[in-house]
């Protein structure tokens, strides 16, 4: 299975087999799980992001078992993240 991932700025270094993680920048997914491997990219002339198509590491439509995460602190991130940007 593959994807897409979108406006990755071109001062990036991006290499085909790099691993993509999640960041953990936000309250929704935690840092460092492996979404998948980059399997091609494209960057136009005169474009400042990247497109990049990735390998998921995992076929979804045969996952059987997830975890279900309740951040139960999301809202106390969100408005601490809120204030770091108004200083």
């Keep these: 299975m593959y994807g897409e991932v979108k406006n990755i700025p071109s001062h990036v270094q991006v290499n085909i087999g790099d691993t993509i993680t999640t960041s953990g920048n936000s309250a929704i ?18 474009a400042s992001f990247f497109d990049i198509k990735i390998k998921f590491s995992v076929n979804y439509n045969q996952v059987k078992y997830v975890y279900i995460v309740d951040n139960t602190l999301k809202e106390e991130l969100i408005n601490l993240k809120k204030l770091s940007k108004d200083e």
């Design 29 to 46: 997914f935690p840092a460092d799980i492996i979404v998948g491997t980059i399997s091609d990219f494209q960057l136009d002339d005169g």
